[in-house]
Every structure is written in structure tokens, then in C-alpha cells.
């Protein structure tokens, strides 16, 4: 990302977190499962606001599967007025549930996720 195209995040996990707390915010708490799909085609500009943020970082999502998105809403979305997020146990019973041809261990949970927390760094190396 280029020097203009800043976020005002520290992290990837606090860009995280905020990305799926607005995202249910925009669909009035009713969100379904993140797909590739929904993310942005376009690059992100200079983030001026809340939604130029979402934008940016959906964009640093790019390229991940539906199951790696589906683990970073699990990990990092809503889950009380709290920071704190589900632990890979939590992800992996629910994965059981989102996912049933799939049988989750929690090794490959965490494999999962520090791949795909890798690609949304990548995408954002710009955040300090």
C-alpha cells in the first residue's frame, strides 16, 4: 500500500476487529458469513472516514478464501460491547457447525489464521 493509502489502525487484529464490528453495524447486526465476493474490486484511496477504513481494509483481504474469511469474522467479530475475541477452541466448534463436511482441529485453525492474518498485514504494510 502506498504512503497515502494509511489506515488509522496499529494492527491487523484492531483493523480486524473494527472492520467486523462496522460490517454489522451496516447490516443492523444481521450479517451472514464474509465471502470473497463482497470484498472490494478496487484499491483503496486515502481514508478519510469510517468507511474509507472498511474499504482498505476489505481490500487487504483480497485473495483469501471463503474459509480463511469466514475464521477472521469468527476470530475477530462481534462479540459482546468487549475487545475480546474467541479463541481457536471457540473457532473450531463453530467451525463444526458452519462447516460440516469438514472436520476443524485446532491446529489447523490456527495454521488458518496466521495465514490469513499474514495476507491482510501484507495488504496493509503500510499500518505502524
Not at 94 to 102: I, N, S, V, Y
Request: with cysteine; glycine share 8%; proline share 2%.
Amino acid at each position: 500500500m502506498s504512503e497515502e493509502n494509511k489506515t488509522r489502525f496499529r494492527s491487523a487484529e484492531e483493523a480486524l476487529r473494527f472492520y467486523f464490528r462496522l460490517r454489522e453495524l451496516l447490516y443492523s447486526g444481521r450479517t451472514r458469513r464474509l465471502v470473497a465476493d463482497e470484498l472490494p474490486a478496487d484499491a483503496c484511496t486515502i481514508a478519510a472516514n469510517a468507511l474509507d477504513d472498511c474499504q482498505c481494509i476489505g481490500w487487504s483481504m483480497r485473495g483469501l478464501d471463503d474459509l480463511a474469511l469466514w475464521l477472521l469474522g469468527e476470530i475477530y467479530g462481534p462479540t459482546c460491547f468487549g475487545v475480546h475475541r474467541r479463541t481457536f477452541s471457540h473457532a473450531c466448534k463453530a467451525g463444526g457447525l458452519e462447516f460440516p463436511d469438514r472436520e476443524f482441529r485446532l491446529r489447523e485453525v490456527g495454521m488458518i489464521h496466521e495465514r490469513a492474518l499474514g495476507v491482510v498485514k501484507r495488504g496493509c504494510a503500510s499500518w505502524a
